[in-house]
């Protein structure tokens, strides 16, 4: 490509980042920036930008810095290397911070992804509040909006999870590049001959959104739009204007629906919510979860309608737990949401019709080591790992308490929960859907044994009565690469 050509590229990037920052305010006279520069190709080219429009802007002060995740061994090592190398070229100040994602990950329960991204943030927000910076710039852009939307499709997210990422949050998180697809970021770095690290776990494809990214939508821009990320992003545009639209219209209704607010528990009154659509019923839920979690990540659409479920035709003082230490616990006419202190690992009592009390847990993606989660309720653990290949894999351990699964047909996190009524699955070896209950009258399973079973969820949908028979759909195949093991133990 000619050189006048190459510039004439990375000037036009530079102006569509430019009207992005004066199009949602980003940057005022005077502010201080902080850079996340992970040492990607995002990072580079944000930072680089941001560089050349510093005096434009009138940015009072730049700075970069790099969480070290230790997930690659020596390469977040280089990686961090790299960043510090790049900071001091721009004669910038440089910040950087080394923790073990792994351990954290595991300490608190969280998929990879969330931890990582859970100590970055921490990270991010410390600096800036420590050092005076009154805006933290990250690279995220227009493909990564189109993935998440593709991932939250596929894990059956409510229209907030259609909202997609935002340009700017809490007035300090900024994303200038937005509107850039991956392209153009790799066209402006190539004009600019400018140096990037490869992060390698990025081609891995046991994880969906490098999936998404690497099969998905090249399949979809090829097969189907080839404009297909700016397809995806105006969708995102259009849900969360309408989402936006439609929560100012619920406020009223959760006003008058919520007879006690406090910063750690909400409660809603239930002869309140009767009549009102489904829809409202859930927004009012969401909103109340909303304003204790701080944000909605983490809760998914699923448990959302769980919450539902349990004002509408569950037990009198049934009880759901959901992740970030929410309860949400009915006493008769009054459905009670708290965040608690300590982690959710117990129900206080039994449901009035003197079932188990409804419980529902999310299982993470296992690594390394296998992850287990007890379910106090019925006293049993549930325990996932990866299995090694040349293990054997018997289809008829889907009646005892161990199932594999061809696990790349699953999204994680997994739920497990108890029965609920409607449950249908399509048991293995069959080519239709059954509901839960006609499979345990046709296997004559006892009442009192069938409201102790858990099942598992990928999806929204059942994957596995535990200890019974697994779901047809995600039964090990000839092509199977990866394969899940899931176990149900006496405690």
């Known amino acids: 490509m000619p050189a006048s050509q190459k510039d ?215 097969n189907y739009n080839p404009r297909i990320v700016e397809t995806i992003n105006r969708f995102a545009s259009i849900i969360k204007s309408e989402d936006q639209l439609l929560e100012s219209a619920i406020t009223p209704f959760f006003d008058k629906t919520a007879s006690f607010l406090g910063s750690e528990e909400i409660t809603l009154s239930l002869p309140q919510l009767r009549g009102l659509h489904i829809a409202a019923k859930r927004r009012i839920v969401r909103k109340a979860i909303s304003i204790l979690k701080g944000n909605l990540r983490r809760i998914a659409f699923n448990q959302i309608d769980s919450a539902v479920h349990l004002m509408e035709k569950g037990p009198f003082y049934g009880m759901i737990h959901l992740p970030d230490r929410i309860r949400i616990h009915r006493n008769r006419h009054l459905l009670i949401i708290t965040r608690e202190k300590e982690s959710l690992r117990q129900v206080d009592g039994k449901s009035a019709a003197g079932k188990a009390p409804l419980f529902e847990y999310e299982v993470l993606e296992p690594g390394l080591n296998a992850e287990s989660v007890f379910i106090k309720e019925i006293g049993r653990h549930l325990r996932i790992s990866k299995a090694a290949m040349n293990e054997k894999f018997d289809s008829y351990h889907a009646g005892h308490p161990v199932a594999f699964f061809d696990m790349d047909s699953l999204s994680f996190p997994l739920i497990v929960r108890n029965l609920r009524p409607g449950d249908r699955f399509t048991p293995l070896g069959m080519a239709g859907t059954q509901k839960v209950k006609k499979f345990f009258i046709n296997h004559k399973i006892p009442k009192a044994q069938r409201w102790e079973c858990p099942v598992l969820l990928s999806k929204g949908k059942i994957i596995w009565v535990a200890g019974h028979r697994m779901d047809d759909s995600v039964k090990i195949k000839p092509l199977t690469k990866n394969v899940l093991k899931a176990e149900l133990l006496l405690a």
Do not use: W
């Open 8 to 222: 004439y590229r990375s000037n036009k990037i530079s102006k569509t980042v430019e009207r992005t920052l004066i199009d949602y305010e980003m940057v005022l006279p005077g502010d201080s920036i902080l850079v996340g520069v992970s040492g990607g190709p995002d990072s580079v080219a944000l930072l680089h930008i941001l560089s050349e429009l510093t005096e434009k802007f009138s940015i009072g002060r730049l700075a970069v810095c790099h969480l070290n995740h230790s997930l690659r061994g020596k390469d977040s090592d280089r990686d961090a290397e790299f960043v510090e190398s790049l900071a001091e070229k721009l004669h910038l100040p440089f910040y950087s911070k080394k923790e073990d994602v792994r351990r954290y990950r595991k300490t608190h329960k969280l998929s990879l992804e969330d931890a990582a991204r859970g100590v970055r943030y921490t990270f991010y927000h410390a600096l800036a509040r420590e050092n005076g910076f009154s805006k933290i710039a990250i690279g995220h852009h227009s493909d990564d909006n189109a993935e998440l939307l593709l991932m939250n499709l596929i894990r059956g997210s409510g229209s907030v999870g259609f909202s997609g990422i935002a340009a700017v949050r809490d007035n300090q998180i900024i994303r200038p590049l937005i509107r850039l697809k991956r392209t153009e970021i790799l066209h402006y770095l190539n004009a600019k001959n400018l140096k990037y690290r490869i992060d390698k776990s990025n081609d891995d494809k046991r994880f969906l959104r490098n999936r998404i990214r690497r099969e998905l939508i090249p399949l979809l821009e090829t």
